[in-house]
Nanobody, 124 residues
Framework: VQLQASGGGLVQAGGSLRLSCAAS????????VGWFRQAPGKEREFVSA????????DYADSVKGRFTMSRDNAKNTVYLQMNSLKPEDTAVYYC??????????????????WGQGTQVTVSS
C-alpha cells in the first residue's frame, strides 16, 4: 500500500488549496482514509476522515466549515479542499489509511499506512 499526498504550497490567509492523496497497491474502496497535519514543535493532529464510499465524513472542530474531504474511488484518490485558510493551518499534511475495512476515525495509532506529507504554508 502506498499513499502519495500532493497539492501543498504557499497561500495568503483567506485563500484556498486542494490537496490530493493518490493510493496504489490496494483495492481503494476497501479503505477508509484520514488527513492529519503536524506543525513545527507540535504533535500530529487529526484533520478529517472519510468512509470507504464517501458517505460519512468527520472533521476536527478547527477546520469544520472550511475544509471538505471527498474521494473518487475510480481514481484511487482522496481530496481535501481547504478554504478560508488561516496562518494556524500551516503544517505538513499527511494522508493515512488503516487496515482494510477498519474505520480508524480520529485515532492516529489505528492508521497503518501514511503518505509522505505535503507542506501547506499560510501567510498572514
Amino acid at each position: 500500500v502506498q499513499l502519495q499526498a500532493s497539492g501543498g504550497g504557499l497561500v495568503q490567509a483567506g485563500g484556498s488549496l486542494r490537496l490530493s492523496c493518490a493510493a496504489s497497491g490496494l483495492t481503494f474502496s476497501d479503505y477508509n482514509v484520514g488527513w492529519f497535519r503536524q506543525a513545527p514543535g507540535k504533535e500530529r493532529e487529526f484533520v478529517s476522515a472519510i468512509s470507504r464510499y464517501g458517505r460519512s465524513t468527520d472533521y476536527a472542530d478547527s477546520v469544520k466549515g472550511r475544509f471538505t474531504m471527498s474521494r473518487d474511488n475510480a481514481k484511487n484518490t482522496v481530496y481535501l479542499q481547504m478554504n478560508s485558510l488561516k496562518p494556524e493551518d500551516t503544517a505538513v499534511y499527511y494522508c493515512a489509511a488503516p487496515n482494510a475495512f477498519v474505520y480508524a476515525g480520529r485515532v492516529t495509532s489505528r492508521y497503518q499506512y501514511w503518505g509522505q506529507g505535503t507542506q501547506v504554508t499560510v501567510s498572514s
